[in-house]
């Protein structure tokens, strides 16, 4: 699992392979024979030796392929692979109920048998050292309050959307930034001239500590994304007791919970409105940070873990 994890399984035999072709899985599996086969990614491969439970992310490619770089030919594969995976899954996790809704969908299987885990976030936000990640923002030339978009630049997260709408609220709030932080992704070019036109600052390479500098450190951090199949930026931002302004779409309101946060896509007063009024009262970005972590905090790695661990041990008895 990604993040920070203090969870262990109770006994666990590790197994590393020297690469990541199926072939590599395969015969480890064969050479060390076990019930069944956990797989993070969702993606079962084909012709596997024990029975494999995926845990579903999110199924975009289904709804909006236009998202992704993959041929035609590529994502009918692709895609038919990881309906067959569930199908032939004696069980399934999505990370989120929405996640859960989204896969029944598309497939024909027991709804009772698709668990919703959660996912945990970066529980080392909430000890994290906000004056050293100031003066190592300030040795960046970070030094006036932002708002914070991080995330891959793709389509997905719909960052022109802020590009947008931020000149408008920039000229009510002169002395703050607008922060665009993560790596380049899938049809990023149009993204990144956008982000150039809007004078945002624009950070490519942004290690684990780089982004807890800037989670912990930023007025408020934005998602206005068309579709997540969790959101674990906007939960970070919330354990770094920074508040989040989310779009109304995907598993984002059943992550940060139901508030004046969650903002219509189509309504651009709103979001202007709500950036502003967040960047200029402290009191009230204080409020939406208490209140918004009294809804995201059931979200942890641990209750994943445990979750996840203890539905396997289940069906494996």
């Known amino acids: 699992m990604p993040g920070v994890c203090r969870?262990?399984?109770?006994?666990?035999?590790?197994?590393?392979?020297?690469?990541?072709?199926r072939g590599s899985l395969v015969r480890a599996l064969k050479d060390h024979p076990c019930d069944v086969l956990f797989v993070p990614s969702g993606a079962v491969p084909v012709g596997l030796p024990v029975p494999a439970i995926p845990w579903v992310h999110d199924v975009d490619i289904f709804s909006h392929p236009e998202w992704f770089p993959q041929s035609f030919l590529k994502r009918k594969l692709t895609t038919r692979m990881f309906l067959r995976g569930i199908r032939h899954a004696p069980m399934a996790f999505t990370v989120s109920a929405y996640t859960k809704r989204e896969?029944?969908?598309?497939?024909?299987?027991?709804?009772?048998k698709i668990i919703v885990?959660?996912?945990?976030?970066?529980?080392?936000?909430?000890?994290?050292?906000?004056e050293e990640a100031g003066r190592r923002l300030a040795s960046k030339s970070i030094k006036r309050p932002f708002i914070l978009v991080l995330g891959t630049v793709e389509p997905r997260k719909n960052i022109q959307c802020i590009t947008d709408l931020w000149p408008a609220a920039g000229r009510r709030q002169p002395a703050a930034d607008l922060i665009i932080a993560g790596k380049d992704g899938w049809k990023y070019g149009p993204i990144n001239e956008a982000i150039k036109r809007t004078g945002a600052?624009?950070?490519?390479?942004?290690?684990?500590?780089?982004?807890?500098?800037?989670?912990?450190?930023?007025?408020?951090?934005?998602?206005?994304?068309?579709?997540?199949?969790f959101g674990l930026v906007p939960l970070e931002a919330i354990q770094a007791g920074t508040p989040v302004i989310v779009s109304d779409q995907?598993?984002?309101p059943e992550i940060v919970g139901r508030g004046e946060w969650v903002v219509p896509l189509e309504d651009r007063k709103a979001w202007i409105e709500m950036i502003v009024r967040l960047l200029e009262d402290e009191a009230y970005r204080n409020e939406i940070?208490?209140?918004?972590?009294?809804?995201?905090g059931k979200n942890t790695w641990e209750f994943a873990g445990s979750l996840i661990w203890d539905s396997i041990q289940n069906i494996t008895k």
């Open 7 to 21: 969870w262990r399984a109770p006994t666990a035999n590790v197994v590393e392979l020297s690469d990541v072709r």
């Open 103 to 112: 896969l029944l969908k598309l497939v024909s299987y027991p709804k009772e």
């Open 117 to 130: 885990t959660g996912e945990g976030g970066d529980p080392a936000l909430a000890s994290w050292d906000k």
């Open 201 to 229: 600052i624009r950070l490519s390479d942004v290690d684990e500590t780089l982004k807890r500098d800037l989670l912990v450190s930023a007025s408020l951090v934005v998602a206005p994304s068309l579709s997540e199949g």
């Open 250 to 252: 995907g598993a984002l």
């Open 289 to 296: 940070a208490g209140r918004q972590s009294s809804v995201a």
